[in-house]
């Protein structure tokens, strides 16, 4: 079965600063591929990146970017120069399934992220 | 372009009446999911179709939960009987369907539907 980890619950941010937020995953499978979401207070899911495992570059998208250690089963968020609408709950998410048994993901449990001005 | 729809919003029952959550996916896209967040249990896929064909069920938590997508433009979920724990944010979301090999393909994700079941 597999499994997403995010290890840490909350954490505060000073504005302009950078932030890692962790992701371990668990699977069998050689081929899959990560996400990252955001989820402000207003609720909605906001795909933020995406790194497929056999991507040579990790992942950037503006000021979002992804520390994909494979061998490591990691794929770390990194914000870049914090701003107060970073604030939010991010979601690590994989889909480690084949494409004839379709494109669902499996969701970690969240790290609510608080921006300080 | 229009994004997932869902309706309602927001919705407040009493246990034991029915409840109908709607969503309209992307147009163009394959793949339909719905979700049920709680603080407790995070983000759960309760179901998901192809092709407007449901491929697994198996995040149902009861027969009191059944879905249908009668065309490729419209799902429901129903709860018949709903109950207080029931309540919870229902998402719906979609995407494309991949080619071959590992594909981006993100889900988007609908603004929810907040359930409170008295």
């Known amino acids: 079965a597999q499994k997403i980890t995010q290890t840490q619950p909350g954490m505060f941010v000073q504005e302009k600063e950078a932030v890692t937020l962790d992701c371990t995953y668990d699977t069998s499978d050689p081929s899959y591929g990560l996400f990252w979401y955001k989820q402000p207070s207003s609720g909605e899911m906001i795909f933020l990146i995406y790194?497929?495992?056999?991507?040579?570059q990790n992942a950037t998208e503006g000021r979002y970017s992804l520390n994909f250690q494979k061998a490591r089963k990691s794929a770390n968020l990194v914000i870049s120069a914090s701003q107060l609408g970073d604030s939010a709950m991010y979601f690590c998410?994989?889909?480690?399934?084949?494409?004839?048994?379709?494109?669902?993901?499996?969701f970690g449990g969240g790290t609510r992220v608080l921006v300080k001005p | 372009d229009a994004g997932v729809i869902q309706s309602p919003r927001h919705e407040v029952t009493e246990m034991g009446q029915e409840v109908t959550l709607r969503c309209k996916p992307i147009s163009g896209h394959d793949y339909l999911f719905w979700y049920r967040q709680t603080m407790m249990r995070g983000l759960e896929l309760l179901i998901y179709?192809?092709?407007?064909?449901?491929?697994?069920d198996s995040g149902m938590p009861e027969d009191r939960f059944s879905a249908k997508m009668p065309n490729a433009s419209f799902s429901t979920l129903k709860i018949q009987p709903s109950e207080p724990r029931d309540s919870a944010v229902y998402f719906c979301a979609s995407s494309l369907a991949g080619s071959t090999g590992v594909y981006r393909n993100e889900q988007f994700f609908g603004p929810g539907t907040r359930l409170t079941v008295l």
């Open positions: 790194q497929g495992s056999y991507d040579q």
């Open positions: 998410a994989m889909r480690d399934l084949p494409k004839a048994a379709g494109n669902k993901l499996t």
């Open positions: 179709f192809n092709n407007n064909v449901p491929i697994d």
